[in-house]
Each structure stands twice: as structure tokens, then as C-alpha cells.
């Protein structure tokens, strides 16, 4: 077993800036999956990166976006390793909050500015600049790699499942590297294990043929009251979801989960501190912070209805709608979630609210006791120099279920720092000693696993 990393330490410190070029090149494609911008362009660019690595790199057609296939062999061919990224990013407004202008990275106070810098391009981007020094130094790659690089994970991998089952033989692999990733505000690296599924939905509702009158607000029907009336219905003030049905099969955390969040530290004023909060929703405080992923959500992510320019217009909407995203846990099937929100409008009086499903996934655990989880949390802290702490369930949603539920361990070391990164907000950003560490992390993992 290799102990000595100082050689691709070293390759890693000296190179950084040929990998942050690659990366502001990616970053200045607007590959915005929810408007279907820039999609074809930042796949095939990806592709090239990959190619020059020596990668046999494809560009796929999917029902959907490109998504982007390749392999590398390794000294070790009977190991593969998966890698996962996805290209595509979110909408960038609202836009007068950046400093820098979203799709024009900068780099300043020790970090890149873009939208895409930490999820996922930069992810992506530390990935390859380990596959680099791990070539330099050794002169091949220690395992045969797989790379999975897909472009609609920001609008909820709709079309993955299907691609992933047609390329099922191609992507066999003993191991994956999953998106995100990284450290908490104090530095201690975090792996996380579990990622919460999830349903996204938009109701829609039309009262009138046209905008109406206000003054006739006592006579017609209004479409946003409608839809406020109907959204009040799903939750209550407790955080409860109201939905018959929503919360059957859902199991309690387990007791080796209930035991690793018992070690973590509580992020309660990290998290009031980003957000300008005085206190979390139901008072959480310590130990009940660490433990929000159990519950299952039900939140409002956009709203539309009648008038919203500069002024005033007194107009009764004709129509209305809203966004919704459901976070669901292991047990809890996104399109029968689906039916049940039907059935709870009907039943509600509200059969007049449409429901379009714009995306669904299951929740993906991994074992904590699998040997890639040891092996990630032992590269870990010789990279960091803290202990690793492993999170068993994170907040977000991620399609890592569609290797997860094939027996397939998933980890992910990655560039986070804590709540900083304003990934999905203004000013996205990642910090380049980030960058490093998390390269570091990966070309040890990899190392590592062609020897287990």
C-alpha cells in the first residue's frame, strides 16, 4: 500500500492553474437544464477534458439532455470505480444580486465566483485534476474508471433511470464517486451517506377566461386566492404534511443512523448565521438539527399569479400557479405521492387545481459499515487532519438510488465548505484551497480502493 502522496501533493499544489482555466471555460458555458441553454455545448466540452485524459468519452443521446459516457483502464482492471457529475446548473437570477456576473467567472479573496464554481463543475473539475496527478506521478491510473457526466440533475435526472438501465453493462462498477461533498465551517470533512428523494410538482389553476376587474372581486372568481387556499391545505404551522397517506412506510432512522447523528456537531448557528435567522423552524437546537433529513417536506419554491410589475394594477388573476418540491425519505415513492396529492385536492374541494409532475426520484442510503466508507473516512482525515464525520442522511436529493439500490456503496468527498458556497443562490462560489483538498482526497480514495 502506497503511503507517500507528496508527489501528487506536490503535482496538485503546482498546477492549480491550468484546472481553474478549465473550469471558468466550463463555467462560461450557461448550461441553465431548466431552459435547455448550453446543454449540447457544455457536454461536448466536458467530453474533450475527458478525451485529453485519455478517456474513450462519448456524448449520449437520453429522452433528454446529452449525457456524457467514458472509461479509462487502470493498472488494477479487475476494480472499477464510477464517477459522477452532472454539467448542468441552476437559473442564476435573481441576477442583480451577483457581483460578478454569473456566467463570467472571477477569481477573488481566495476563490472562483461562477455560477456552476461548486456544484458541479468544480466538482468536477477537482476529480480530473486528481485523474491528472495520479498520471503524472504514476504514469496510469490505478483502477479502470468509469466517468457518468449527465446534464439534467438540476431539474431532477428525468431521463437517467431509462439511460442508466439501457447502459447498465457499461456502467458496472464496485464503487461510485458521487456529486457534492466536502468540510463543514470548521473544516471537519463530512461524507455523507443517505440523499433524501424527491417529487417536484407545479399546481395550476384557471378561474376566469381573462384577467378580471378588482371591482368585481365580490362577484368572480380569483385564481391565486384558489391556489393559496389550495397550498394552505397540504401543511399546517407544525411542519406536518396534511396529505392522507403521505407518511405511510416511512421508516424512523435506525439505530446505527440515530448513533451517527448522536456525533455530529449541531450546525444550528452556522446555519442562522448564513441565512440571518434568529432561530430554526420548531425551535430545532442541537442534536435535532443533525436529525431534520428524517422528516420528509412539503415546500413552496415559486409562486405566480396576476400582476407583479412596478406599480399598481387592480386586476383579478385568471390564473395562478405554483412550484413545489416534496423531499422524501426511504419508503416513500415520489409518483405515489403523486396520486396522493391528486386524491387530497379532490377531496379538499380543489379538483380545479392541476397537477404537472416535473420530476421525481427515491431516496439512496449507503451503508455506513461498507469498506469504501472506511477507506473514504481514512483518506479523509489525512487530507484534513480532523476526524471524518459521517452525515446519514443530507437534505438535498441526488439520483445516487440508481446505483445505491443495484448493492453499489456510493461516497463523496467533494469541495463544499459548509454553508459558504451559495450553491443555487448569488455569488455561487469555491474556495481554490477547497479545490485542492478535495483533489488530494480523491487521488488517495482512488489509490486506495485499486489496492482493497
Known amino acids: 500500500m502506497r503511503e507517500d502522496f507528496a508527489k501528487i501533493d506536490g503535482h496538485i499544489g503546482q498546477h492549480l492553474d491550468g484546472w481553474l482555466a478549465e473550469l471558468a471555460a466550463l463555467c462560461r458555458v450557461p448550461s441553465v437544464s431548466a431552459r435547455h441553454e448550453g446543454v449540447g455545448e457544455c457536454a461536448h466540452l466536458v467530453a474533450d477534458f475527458l478525451a485529453s485524459r485519455g478517456f474513450e468519452a462519448e456524448v449520449l443521446p437520453s429522452d433528454g439532455h446529452p449525457i456524457v459516457l467514458a472509461h479509462a483502464v487502470g493498472k488494477n482492471a479487475g476494480r472499477t470505480m464510477l464517477l459522477y457529475n452532472h454539467y448542468d446548473v441552476q437559473?442564476?437570477?435573481?441576477?442583480?444580486?451577483?457581483?460578478?456576473?454569473?456566467?463570467?467567472?472571477?477569481?477573488?479573496?481566495?476563490?472562483?465566483?461562477?455560477?456552476?464554481?461548486?456544484?458541479?463543475?468544480?466538482?468536477?473539475?477537482?476529480?480530473?485534476?486528481?485523474?491528472?496527478?495520479?498520471?503524472?506521478?504514476?504514469?496510469?491510473?490505478?483502477?479502470?474508471?468509469?466517468?457518468?457526466?449527465?446534464?439534467?440533475?438540476?431539474?431532477?435526472?428525468p431521463n437517467l433511470p431509462a439511460f442508466v438501465e439501457r447502459y447498465a453493462e457499461r456502467l458496472r462498477c464496485d464503487g461510485a464517486i458521487w456529486e457534492e461533498g466536502g468540510t463543514d465551517a470548521e473544516g471537519r470533512p463530512q461524507i455523507t451517506l443517505g440523499a433524501r428523494g424527491m417529487l417536484y410538482v407545479e399546481l395550476g389553476v384557471r378561474s376566469l377566461s381573462r384577467d378580471g376587474h378588482s371591482g368585481n372581486a365580490n362577484l368572480i372568481p380569483n385564481a391565486a386566492w384558489r391556489l393559496v387556499w389550495a397550498l394552505a391545505s397540504l401543511k399546517g404551522p407544525d411542519e406536518r404534511v396534511r396529505i392522507p397517506g403521505f407518511y405511510d412506510g416511512v421508516s424512523p432512522a435506525s439505530e446505527r443512523q440515530r448513533e451517527l447523528l448522536g456525533a455530529l456537531p449541531s450546525q444550528e448557528e452556522a446555519i442562522k448565521e448564513s441565512f440571518g435567522l434568529d432561530q430554526l423552524l420548531l425551535g430545532r437546537t442541537g442534536a435535532d438539527v443533525a436529525a431534520a433529513p428524517f422528516d420528509p417536506t412539503c415546500n413552496i419554491a415559486g409562486m405566480s399569479a396576476g400582476y407583479q410589475g412596478e406599480g399598481s394594477k387592480t386586476v383579478i388573476p385568471a390564473v395562478a400557479s405554483a412550484k413545489l418540491d416534496f423531499r422524501l425519505l426511504p419508503g416513500q415513492d415520489p409518483f405515489e405521492v403523486a396520486e396522493e396529492l391528486r386524491r387530497h385536492l379532490d377531496s379538499e374541494g380543489f379538483p380545479d387545481v392541476g397537477i404537472k409532475i416535473l420530476g421525481g426520484e427515491r431516496a439512496g442510503v449507503v451503508d455506513p459499515d461498507d469498506p469504501l466508507v472506511g477507506l473514504v473516512v481514512e483518506t479523509a482525515e489525512e487530507v484534513y487532519g480532523k476526524p471524518a464525520q459521517l452525515v446519514p442522511m443530507s437534505g438535498g436529493t441526488t439520483p445516487k438510488y440508481l446505483f445505491t439500490e443495484r448493492g453499489v456503496p456510493v461516497v463523496a468527498p467533494g469541495v463544499g465548505f459548509g454553508a459558504s458556497n451559495l450553491a443555487h443562490s448569488p455569488n455561487e462560489n469555491m474556495r481554490i484551497v477547497d479545490f485542492q483538498n478535495a483533489a488530494r482526497h480523491v487521488a488517495r480514495l482512488l489509490a486506495r480502493f485499486a489496492e482493497a
Do not use: Y
Not at 441576477?95 to 464554481?117: H, M, Y
Open 91 to 157: 437559473p442564476p437570477e435573481p441576477l442583480e444580486l451577483w457581483t460578478t456576473p454569473p456566467f463570467q467567472p472571477d477569481v477573488r479573496d481566495g476563490k472562483i465566483f461562477a455560477r456552476g464554481a461548486k456544484d458541479d463543475k468544480g466538482e468536477l473539475m477537482a476529480r480530473l485534476a486528481a485523474v491528472d496527478a495520479l498520471l503524472a506521478v504514476d504514469g496510469c491510473l490505478p483502477c479502470n474508471l468509469t466517468w457518468l457526466v449527465e446534464g439534467e440533475e438540476e431539474v431532477g435526472s
